[in-house]
């Protein structure tokens, strides 16, 4: 039990310190971690996971938590959130004052605009994950990449929701798309 609880902290405390962008920045390397590499929990329950982790208040990176509970029970989830949650807050404290600061300095703009690109793609490898977890095909990323342009062009989100769900509707009464 110790060493799966060691595990937890070792793999969650790395990820807290690259979680440019929030919790989306990680799910790739969670995912794999969790999967692939440790086996604590399937393909199917991290995307379940995901699942619960958004639908809860809170940020959506309590799927740490989650997948801690299911690797090891209630002290797995406090080692897995202690890992994700505890290094980045110690940097935020030290760093924190540094950076406030240093508002409007050239090197803040250079490291700002670096990790911009950096964050963006992290968020993109995890949504993929996600995708690819879930055994989507090419309906779904179809839908991923209409979505994504009809946002870019300032379409509404709750509008872009409404039309895929009247669509996948549509495809499933049409039995075009299993249920």
């Known amino acids: 039990m110790a060493e799966r609880l060691l595990a937890l902290l070792l793999v969650f405390a790395p990820l807290s310190l690259v979680s440019l ?5 990680i799910f790739a390397e969670m995912q794999r971690q969790a999967v692939e590499v ?3 929990i399937t393909p199917r329950e991290f995307v379940d996971l995901f699942a619960i982790s958004r639908a809860a208040p809170g940020p959506g990176s309590l799927i740490s938590a ?6 090891a029970g209630f002290w797995g989830a406090v080692a ?13 404290l030290v760093v924190g004052g540094w950076w406030r600061r240093r508002g409007d300095s050239p090197v803040r703009r250079v490291i700002e605009r670096g990790l911009a ?5 992290l968020i993109l ?3 993929l994950t996600l995708l690819q977890a879930d ?6 990323f179809a839908t991923l990449g209409l979505c994504t342009l009809a ?3 300032g379409a509404s989100p709750y509008l872009v929701m409404l039309v895929v769900a009247l669509v996948y509707a549509a495809l499933q009464h049409a039995a075009l798309l299993p249920g």
């Open 66 to 71: 989650l997948i801690g509970w299911q690797a």
């Open 21 to 25: 962008g929030g919790g989306p920045s």
């Open 117 to 121: 690109p950096v964050a963006v793609g």
């Open 125 to 127: 490898a995890g949504v």
């Open 135 to 140: 055994g989507a095909g090419w309906l779904e």
């Open 80 to 92: 897995a959130a202690i890992g994700l949650y505890g290094p980045s807050s110690c940097v935020l």
């Open 38 to 40: 440790h086996g604590w």
């Open 151 to 153: 946002l870019l062009r």
